[in-house]
Every structure is written in C-alpha cells, then in structure tokens.
C-alpha cells in the first residue's frame, strides 16, 4: 500500500528554467515531509523538509510546498543546474511515532540539460 | 568515521543461504535505521534503533529477517534463507536521535545490493 506517489517516474528540464517535481499522500496523520536526492551508487542525501504546520520552506534554490487540504506537496528548484540531476524522492512520517519510519515515494529522476 | 558505512557493497548468494548486512553507523549517532529499496520501488522502511533496542520491527518482512546492535554502534540485518525476493539494495541511516526536529538529519550510507539467485 503506496502511502506516499511520485506519480512521474522522470521529468527532463533545460538548465537555468524551473524544476518542479510531485508528491502526493494518503495518510491524513502525515505531518512531516522530506526530499531526498540520490546520485547512482550513493545512498539518499536530505534536501529539504516541511512540518504540516507551514505550508512554504524555502533554502537556497529549493522551495517545498505543502497543501495539506489537497495532500499535495512540491519540490521547486531553481534555477536548474545540471548537477541537479538525480532522483528525489519525496517521503512523509508522522512526528506521533518520532518520525522514525519515512514513507517514501517510488522517486522521480530529474535530468537538467545544458 | 566520516558517513555511514555499509558492507558488503555487493552480494550474490544462493537461494537459501543466510546473509549477514553490517552498518557502521556515524559516530555519536544514537538512532540507526534500516531500509531497502527494491527494484522499480520506494525505499521501504525495515527497524530502527534507538541506542541497542529496536522499540518497532514491525517493518521487517517475515521471520527470516533479524537485526541486532551492539555497543551503541554497529548493526547487523541477518536474512536467513534467502528468497529471490529478497533482492534489493538494504540501505542503513543513521541520525543524533530518533525524532523529527531541525538538525537531526538522517543520513544514509550507500547501501548493500543483495542479489539472490
């Protein structure tokens, strides 16, 4: 049972535009969100979270959103910079149980053309 | 050390036979997790610690699958009699603490590829 979609397996982006990538959730007692970043052959990096209580994070290039009412929430990156290319996947938990079991997404692999 | 160390990188084994996974967590890392990754799938999320108590294990998929940790550090994920379904990259994390908070990042180490044939 797939509690957390990344419903775009890829998404291709040229360099310096906008890179936004997808996540949605069925578990309503998520509260806390993450994005990782994964290079082949190297274990995820954390990228950025979001609690359930702020809609908008912002750091550096990155921005998540979180609609809570839509279960809805989004990577923004920009600018694009071909170092970026990776796979991101989103994850989701609940602070209830100290937030020890991330729900991850299946990953979408963003590729930033020169 | 400097990340969290994984080993074996890479493991072919028989059907049936039993595997042993160690992870080094980072050092002063109280919190160490398990997770694998299957082909096409999210990482999914197998027992972590806190400390050498594993308070969930709930994750782990059947029987065959155990964890221990000894010392506050090193983990160990035994999978005895290995399916072909066990397949998949088991990634080890570890952070400060258990718990969501600024700061306490869980960092991954690069994963073990178990491959059962």
């Known amino acids: 049972d797939q509690q957390v979609k990344q419903n775009s397996p890829s998404l291709s982006v040229q360099e310096g535009r906008i890179s936004i990538l997808n996540c949605d959730y069925t578990?309503?007692?998520?509260?806390?969100f993450l994005w990782y970043k994964k290079y082949p052959a190297e274990g995820p990096t954390f990228l950025i979270s979001?609690?359930?209580?702020?809609d908008k994070n912002e750091d550096g290039r990155f921005t998540v959103f979180l609609n809570k009412s839509a279960k809805h929430l989004s990577l923004h990156i920009v600018p694009s910079q071909p170092g970026d290319s990776a796979v991101y996947f989103c994850?989701?938990?609940?602070?209830?149980?100290?937030?020890?079991?991330?729900?991850f997404g299946k990953g979408t692999s963003l590729l930033v053309t020169p | 050390g400097a990340g969290v160390s994984q080993s074996p990188s890479n493991k072919v084994t028989e059907k049936g036979k039993d595997v042993e996974l160690r992870c080094d967590p980072i050092?002063?890392?109280?919190?160490l997790y398990w997770y694998r990754q299957s082909l096409g799938q999210g990482l999914e999320f197998l027992i972590y610690?806190?400390?050498?108590?594993?308070?969930?294990k709930s994750g782990l998929p059947s029987d065959r699958f155990s964890a221990e940790r000894t010392g506050g550090s090193v983990s160990t994920l035994t999978i005895q009699r290995t399916q072909q379904e066990d397949s998949a990259v088991y990634l080890c994390?570890?952070?400060?603490?258990?718990?969501?908070?600024?700061?306490?990042?869980?960092?991954f180490g690069e994963g073990s590829w178990l491959t059962v044939v």
């Open positions: 610690f806190q400390g050498n108590s594993a308070p969930d």
């Open positions: 050092s002063g890392h109280t919190a």
């Open positions: 994390a570890s952070s400060l603490v258990a718990g969501l908070f600024s700061g306490n990042t869980i960092y």
């Open positions: 994850a989701a938990t609940t602070s209830q149980n100290s937030g020890y079991a991330l729900n």
């Open positions: 578990n309503s007692m998520f509260d806390y």
């Open positions: 979001i609690s359930s209580i702020k």
